[in-house]
């Protein structure tokens, strides 16, 4: 997998929320990332309360769509280091923004027909190898030219994103990782080719 230093994203400061997942430095550069392809339309899985998506929405104010993707409160995630982390009130915190939609349900029951295309997919829900895949496919299907998919806990040891990512790297995605972060991005044409979906 391709690393890159920290400084060789473009970073500028942006204004952040508290983030109980995403620290102040890894918000930063996801927000600089998103903003690099000047998205029109946004898809999160795993939008939790909405920090992320709060963030996101205050800082690029010609997103004219967010579209996070959480659970219902009673499921159960595959991982068990993750089934603390089913939010009660998805989306709370971005839910006053005319611009945030909640699709409340597993990202396993979303297909590319339950979405429009977008130009910034974020994946960070259900960590499980059947999950992180499916979320990516998605992604990839979805993503416009020129768009990014960004993923978190890229090397985190507790969960199956690693591999995941490994192998669609090794199948021709230009996945590259953010060293001193657990972020990974790819980018959809321009600069790289677009990948074979896996």
């Known amino acids: 997998m391709l690393t890159i230093a920290r400084n060789e994203v473009e970073i500028t400061s942006i204004r952040t929320f508290e983030n109980l997942y995403l620290g102040h430095v890894e918000t930063t550069i996801l927000v600089n990332l998103i903003k690099s392809v000047n998205p029109r339309v946004m898809v999160e899985v795993g939008c939790q309360q909405g920090r992320t998506a709060k963030t996101v929405l205050a800082n690029i104010p010609w997103l004219e769509a967010y579209i996070g993707i959480d659970v219902p409160a009673h499921h159960a995630p595959t991982l068990a280091c993750q089934r603390d982390e089913v939010p009660h009130s998805p989306g709370i915190f971005a839910a006053g923004d005319p611009r945030f939609f909640?699709?409340?349900?597993?990202?396993?029951?979303?297909?590319?027909?339950?979405?429009?295309?977008?130009?910034?997919f974020f994946i960070d829900g259900d960590h499980s190898e059947r999950a992180v895949?499916?979320?990516?496919n998605l992604a990839r299907a979805?993503?416009?030219?020129?768009?990014?998919?960004?993923?978190?806990?890229?090397?985190?040891?507790?969960?199956?994103?690693?591999k995941v990512l490994d192998l669609l790297e090794m199948r021709g995605w230009p996945i590259v990782a953010i060293e001193g972060s657990w972020l990974a991005f790819c980018r959809i044409g321009g600069n790289y080719a677009a990948p074979e979906t896996a």
């Open 133 to 136: 895949a499916h979320d990516s």
């Open 102 to 120: 909640l699709l409340q349900k597993s990202s396993l029951e979303v297909g590319p027909q339950d979405l429009e295309p977008c130009d910034a």
């Open 142 to 162: 979805l993503v416009r030219p020129g768009g990014i998919i960004i993923w978190h806990d890229y090397n985190n040891p507790a969960v199956e994103v690693t």
